[in-house]
């Protein structure tokens, strides 16, 4: 099993443009989730989906979007980088007893 | 507000040397208490779940622990392969309605030294 995989790695964007972050399970969880991890902030959630055809938003989802077509992908949308989204982004999928899997991050950074 | 709490926010030990982080947290309905590792550069690895006060987990030279308002992750005669940020988090059960919300703490960042 690959777990949960994330591209890109890294990425720089200018301001204005638009990107999506690739996530990607092969466990077969239902729940799925999209955190920022900033210094000092800890990790915070973004946007999260219990399956396939449903979404929800998070403690931060001003700026992004998501969708969940299929059980093993949820990508994530920055629809106008700004400089205020770059961070570290991480895919989670949830187990059956709440414990969370997480990508290797994609670090973005805008300029 | 839910808040979790994590101390001290770095700690320098000495190969051997054991010592204890602390997550204290301020919600109610608590579902789960999760410890995690995180290594530089890459996402957290899911170490142990907490579930009701006085319960206990071990995994090689880590012991969590679990109270009605904190958890502590023992590390006792630690390695310099046990550096890495160690967070918590809590889940809030789902008639508390937080069933799909976790709660991270800012982490301790533990460097053992030879």
Redesign the interface.
Known sequence: NAG?TQTPKFQVLKTGQSMTLQCAQDMNHE?M?WYRQDP??????IH?S?GAGIT?Q??VPNGYNVSRSTTEDFPLRLLSAAPSQTSVY?C?SRGP?????????TRLTVT | EDQ?TQSPEALRLQEGESSSLNCSYTVSGL??L?W?RQDP??????LF?LYSAGEEKEKERLKATLTKKESFLHITAPKPEDSATY?C?V?LGVLTGGG???T????TQLKVEL
């Open positions: 949960v729940y989730s000092g902030m800890g990790l915070r959630l999260y219990v929800d998070g403690e991480f989670a007893n709440y414990e969370q899997y997480f990508g290797p991050g | 979790v579902r789960g999760f995690y550069g890459k996402g957290p690895e899911f779940t967070l988090a889940q799909n919300k976790l991270f703490g800012t982490g």
